[in-house]
């Protein structure tokens, strides 16, 4: 199975903008206005998701990683927040996850393709009924340029890391051991699923992907959201205005802004979609256990 290209920029866009620091944004807040990008939506807003929002209540984001071609959704994340608490859960769902849409079976990471955020948005909805008040979708590119703005991120490589698809241009080379990863051996990171030899990768294939790009969460936030990385705010939103698409608005950033400052890292809490691989037809899915779903998103998200 050919590795797409996968990115992550979504997790230090979150972590810095909304949802593990609101300083670094709101602290250039100015009658509602950033620094060169003026009043109302700070990015584009190509769709508006319908549902009210509560200043004390639950919000829930749902955030989009395209491939290298732009038509398919290789990161599917939901955030889910509550405000009250200062408390956030995020949910991976496989990109391969098995869904219905039109009378047939397809991935999930299609339906970007069919019908962009707002289809997403409702297959996700179906899948753990929760729904999507904000979305941002992001383009790969800006993951590198993000890492390499913030001066890279140390992390444990826990093995040896090799693979090389000529047909897409990838190649991954890391060594096993703590080292600084800059933005090209960052998304060597996040992208790694299989070896060059039969046996070599994650015996759960994209599962064990997931869990790996969790952990690279965690240590980006706990190395990255400090008051320092103040002085990068502008080169960062430069990056988000070139390849980020959203629906956030300056006043959402506001209304956050007492809560989010309290979000605790040793607080959040990573999920995956529960579920297993399977073969259906000629094709490998990841099929979502229903029951187990429902009790996750029962017993730990807030609703």
């Avoid at 994340?77 to 949910?91: E, H, M, R």
């Avoid at 008040?133 to 890279?152: E, H, P, Q, S």
């Avoid at 990385?229 to 950033?253: C, G, M, P, R």
Wanted: some cysteine; charged content about 25%; glycine content about 8%.
């Amino acid at each position: 199975m050919r590795l797409r290209k996968l990115i992550f920029s979504t997790c230090i866009i979150i972590a810095l903008t909304l949802f593990a620091n609101g300083i670094i944004v709101l602290v250039y807040l100015n009658d509602g206005q950033l620094p060169g990008y003026g009043a109302g939506r700070f990015l584009s807003d190509r769709l508006h998701f319908e549902g009210s929002i509560s200043e004390t209540g639950p919000v829930n984001l749902l955030v989009l990683g395209l491939d290298e071609e732009g038509i398919r959704t290789d990161v599917i994340l939901l955030f889910n927040y509550d405000s009250k608490t200062s408390k956030l859960n995020i949910l991976s769902i496989a990109r391969d996850t098995r869904v219905s849409e039109d009378g047939r079976h397809l991935k999930i990471n299609a339906l970007f393709y069919m019908g962009k955020e707002a289809l997403v948005a409702r297959k996700i909805q179906e899948i753990t009924g929760l729904s999507a008040d904000y979305y941002m979708t992001f383009d790969f590119k800006g993951f590198r340029k993000i890492i390499d703005t913030l001066g890279g991120v140390t992390f444990d490589v826990p093995f040896n890391m090799d693979y090389d698809d000529p047909d897409q241009n990838l190649h991954i080379h890391l060594d096993k051991g703590t080292q600084l990863l800059n933005g090209y051996k960052a998304e060597q990171l996040v992208r790694y699923r299989k070896g060059n030899r039969q046996g070599q990768g994650y015996i759960d294939g994209d599962i064990g992907r997931i869990r790996m790009q969790q952990e690279f969460i965690k240590a980006l936030i706990k190395q990255k959201v400090r008051l320092k990385y103040l002085a990068k705010v502008n080169d960062i939103f430069s990056i988000l205005k070139e390849y980020v698409s959203t629906n956030i608005d300056i006043t959402d950033l506001k209304q956050y802004y007492k809560s989010i400052s309290n979000i605790r890292l040793e607080q959040t809490r990573t999920y995956t979609l529960p579920g297993d691989t399977a073969i259906k037809g000629n094709a490998w899915y990841f099929i979502y256990d229903k029951d187990s779903t429902d009790k996750l998103i029962n017993d730990s998200f807030y609703k």
